[in-house]
């Protein structure tokens, strides 16, 4: 279809799936719900991919430390799935991801529009009924039914009240009536059947069909209609962005659009290679990093930092910096004292205890690398594309603790395609592998103010 996704068309069955068959009792058994669990995919904007079988531990594991995947769509729940047998995919499996930090998009993808020639697949997974009597009712019965046991199987795997549900939807013949029609309904009565039952409903199809269908069901404006709230957009144009020529980017226009921008292919991250199709995620209110005070409101993010030592009679430091220093020093612990503009004997002790501690020449001098010692003396996350937080911001201000201008970059607090390209600068100065994200290797040289 010109690129325009029909994922199972190209790929009859997932590497190592038996088709069997899942049951809501066998959902049930995968383990009870962990309410710890983050909601999910939650706020992101960034990347993510998705393949039907649910990977292994290990590759998810060296995919986390090798990839700029963020988002992984999984299939928890539908009859005409492919892997209908999930090998590796449980309640700890989800516990375990979240915990690392991967944004799940839960998929469930179950009987398909009457005139999609492929279904059903098995013969025991019937297609939408394209009856329309009385509003298209038996669609919409098998839409609440299909509703009911995706959050069976959510509950059964952990996945958090309020996360979002996709509905899979293959490509299909818009210009069949009843076809799409009876299609449009069933997405109504899932999207109202999955907001009862407390998660958040969404769709996903290819832009020539089902999602450019939605989009003319919107402009229509019929009288009962629920949309899902997020849509997962299938064009595979190789654009990394939410954006499609099908429907305008003024509609699901609020952080609530996943792209799956390329088709099924094999990418080797860690040494596990993983056939996949790539998506890009804006989903919740994006990637969001909430602001934080410190030491009662010193400012300590700047576009630059710069060489700081006691004033002379030629030289006064710039107070702003010297309360930066002090705020942080005090927060690393290093520095009990008054937050003043003022670099005074209390704050000599605490820059040479700095120094001497983290392997640097002991000084009154406080320099650019010392900076970048500071900021990499947190926690040392592996973060990528979305990512966002505090730790986002250390980066962000090493990264400011240099001469090098291009590798300057804003305070936000989220890893956007600015300290993308500030990193990979970085990077590829020091004559690391340049991937722009941040890795072991990356606090590594920080911390040691290179």
């Given at each position: ?68 995947f963020t988002g992984v769509g999984i299939y928890i729940a539908g009859r005409s799935r492919a892997c209908r047998t ?169 952080h609530d659009r996943v792209k799956q921008y390329r088709g099924g292919h094999d990418e080797t991250h860690g040494g ?179």
């Amino acid at each position: 279809m010109g690129g325009i996704s029909s994922r199972h068309a190209r790929r009859a069955l997932c590497a190592g799936v038996l088709a069997g068959v899942m049951t809501v009792a066998g959902l049930a058994s995968a383990g009870p719900a962990t309410a710890a669990n983050p909601v999910t995919p939650g706020n992101f904007t960034g990347f993510g991919f998705d393949q039907c079988q649910a990977p292994s531990q290990t590759a998810m594991d060296r995919w986390w430390a090798d990839s700029n995947f963020t988002g992984v769509g999984i299939y928890i729940a539908g009859r005409s799935r492919a892997c209908r047998t999930q090998t590796y995919l449980s309640a700890t499996w989800v516990r375990n991801q979240l915990a690392r930090g991967w944004r799940l998009l839960p998929i469930t993808l179950g009987p398909q529009a009457s005139c999609n020639p492929r279904y059903p697949r098995y013969g025991d997974d019937p297609k939408i009924d394209p009856d329309p009597a009385d509003g298209y009712a038996a669609a919409r019965r098998q839409a609440i039914n299909e509703a009911n046991t995706a959050v069976t199987a959510a509950k059964g795997y952990g996945i958090a009240a309020g996360s979002t549900m996709f509905y899979d939807l293959e490509a299909f013949d818009i210009a069949n009536r009843t076809c799409r029609e009876s299609a449009m309904w069933f997405i109504s009565a899932w999207s109202h059947r999955i907001k009862v039952l407390g998660y958040r409903p969404a769709m996903y199809s290819s832009a020539a069909s089902g999602i450019k269908a939605i989009y003319d069901v919107r402009r229509a404006q019929p009288s009962g209609f629920t949309y899902p709230a997020d849509l997962w957009i299938a064009d595979w144009d190789g654009k990394a962005n939410t954006s499609t020529t099908y429907i305008p980017d003024s509609v699901w226009s609020d952080h609530d659009r996943v792209k799956q921008y390329r088709g099924g292919h094999d990418e080797t991250h860690g040494g596990v290679t993983i056939n996949i199709d790539s998506d890009y995620l804006d989903v919740g209110r994006g990637s969001y990093a909430p602001p934080v005070v410190r030491c009662g409101g010193v400012r300590v993010d700047f576009d630059y930092y710069p060489d700081l030592r006691p004033a002379t009679s030629t030289y006064t430091p710039p107070a702003a910096y010297v309360k930066a220093l002090k705020c942080m020093l005090s927060t690393r612990g290093t520095f009990d004292g008054v937050m003043s503009g003022y670099y005074g004997s209390a704050l000599r002790a605490a820059v040479h205890s700095w120094q001497r501690t983290h392997g640097l020449a002991v000084r009154d001098l406080w320099t650019r690398g010392a900076w970048k010692t500071l900021w990499a003396a947190n926690r040392h996350p592996i973060l990528k594309r979305g990512s966002a937080g505090d730790q986002v911001r250390d980066l962000q201000r090493a990264l400011n603790s240099t001469t090098r201008t291009e590798e300057r970059v804003k305070v936000t607090g989220v890893l956007d395609w600015t300290t993308h390209v500030g990193l990979v600068a970085y990077q590829r100065r020091l004559g690391r592998s340049v991937n722009g994200f941040a890795t072991a290797v990356t606090w590594y040289d920080l911390s040691r103010a290179r």
